[in-house]
């Protein structure tokens, strides 16, 4: 047993989900009429209804008690202290400073880094403003029209995500993300672009990383085939911590943005890893972007831990996968241009909190994240809800709703506001055995038939959601909602006494796939390519031996 499933908070809330069984998520709300109000927090425009998870007061008090027992007021000041508290990398973790105002004051393994996070800023903003204005021309002297982030992970999803969620049909220029290596996503992009009007930014923290190379080789090759090589000069830009890397690509050293090692990948979108979107939606909206955060970072160090969302958040998410063996966590925006947003909450949770062994590198005993997935609503309702709904495992829904419409058809938000408000209700209610023989009977069945059908269409319903509202998918709301996100996967971190910070579990893969390029080149023997039996069949069978 570990010391964490050891300890009073933990066996305090074992108890607690041995008797949940003795209660419904209805007869809950019965007993409290004030539930719905009571069990709701809200912050920087966003408000939480976790009034149906399945907890009561004792509940909340046990949880609470658990945060303190893991210490996570004083990680809270940690991260903020700029110390290095990710732990096996011997880093700060600062993407708090990267949306903190100029005279925040904060450092990060005791270096003032609120002067080098706006230098690059402000050089950020003076550029997309050369871009925006025309000022910036392709080599051929024409205005640039399209901008291709070339970058994957971390260095893509958080990017595409915002592209998706605050461009409108018209935002010029227009902003593409590229970051598979099947060449289909690339050579797609391209057939729709013109050399002469395209800015490529290769974005990669390490600049290492190979599909981001291989997709920025081919970009290069591209351009030049149409441009000569001096046009990579006005049609490539740099985003990076590895300055010499980045010059060593052929990027003038003017053209490179930098961000700094204190900055984790799937945490970087508040950086110049934003660089495309700066110059495509403005740098203003890119403030109001990072303002948004700022204010969830703010009241994320200062409010009291009830009352704390990304506290609350996590909380919930412990009791529901280690109290009440939820199988999964979901996430359902009811906002079609969030249709990217599970993508980045998934490298943000499962990278950062896939882990098998704790801070002190010991096997954990407890689960660690649970599979994060979803999808937009109302779409999703056509997909997985019947499962939610009546498959035998829990998996709770996070449903986002942002309440006022940012389309040409706002006449149809009451109806997908109307949608995304049944389905958490629907799920928490259920339907019994009793309700469904009334509404058949109703509906004229009887006999035999009548109680065939029953079963199929009963619903057990105490299935747990919580629900944000945001006013409407702004850059302020959206910064705010990502912040919270982020602060969640870390409260997750401290409470299961992991590091939230590394990710050794992708690097396996990265050097196998070496030593099956080596294979497939044919420059190593067969016999001792290091491959296993199944992979090297598999090898011969796609060369077709
Ligand atoms: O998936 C592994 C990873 O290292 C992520 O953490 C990161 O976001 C991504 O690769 C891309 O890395 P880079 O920005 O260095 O190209």
Known sequence: MSALTESAAWRALTSLAAADAATTLSQRFKDDPARAQRYSA????????????????????????????????????????????????????????????????????????????????????????????????GATGERISDVVNIGIGGSDFGPRMVWEALAESDTMPRAHFVANVDGAQLSDVLAKLAPTRTLFVVTSKTFTTEE??????????????????????QHFVGVSTARAATEAFGIAPDNVF???????????????????????????????LLAGAHAMDEHFRNAPLATNLPVLMALIAVWNSNFLGAASQVVAPYAQRLSHFVGWLQQLEMESNGKGVDREGRKVDYATTPVLWGDVGSNAQHAFFQMLHQGPALNPVDFILPVAATNALPEQQPLLIANCLAQSAALMRGKNAAQVRAELEAQGLS??????????RV?????????????????????????????????????????????WGVELGKQLAHQVVAAQSGSAATDDDGLDPSTRRLLERIDGR
């Open 258 to 288: 930098e961000f700094w090692d204190w900055v984790g990948g799937r945490y970087s979108l508040w950086s110049a890893v934003s660089l495309a979107n700066i110059v495509a939606l403005g740098p203003e909206r890119f403030r109001e």
């Open 42 to 137: 809200e912050a920087c425009g966003l408000y939480l209804d976790y009034s149906k998870q399945r907890l009561g007061d004792d509940g909340i008090a046990a949880l609470l008690a658990l945060a303190e027992q893991q210490q996570v007021p004083q990680w809270i000041a940690r991260m903020h202290a700029g110390e290095a508290i990710n732990v096996t990398e011997h880093r700060a973790v600062g993407h708090i400073a990267l949306r903190a105002p100029r005279d925040a004051g904060l450092q990060m393994a005791g270096e003032p880094v609120m002067p080098l996070v706006h230098e690059v800023l402000d050089r950020m903003f003076a550029f997309a403003d050369t871009l925006r204005n025309g000022a910036w021309r």
């Open 459 to 503: 619903f057990s319903g105490n299935r747990p959601s919580n629900t944000l509202l945001l006013p409407r998918l702004d850059a302020f709301h959206l910064g705010a909602l990502c912040a919270l996100y982020e602060h969640r996967t870390f409260v997750l971190g401290v409470l299961w006494n992991i590091n939230a910070f590394d990710q």
């Open 212 to 233: 981001t190379m291989t997709n920025a080789g081919a970009a290069r090759r591209w351009l030049t085939a149409a441009l000569g090589d001096a046009a990579v000069f």
């Open 447 to 456: 006999g035999t038939a009548l109680d065939d059908a029953i079963s199929h």
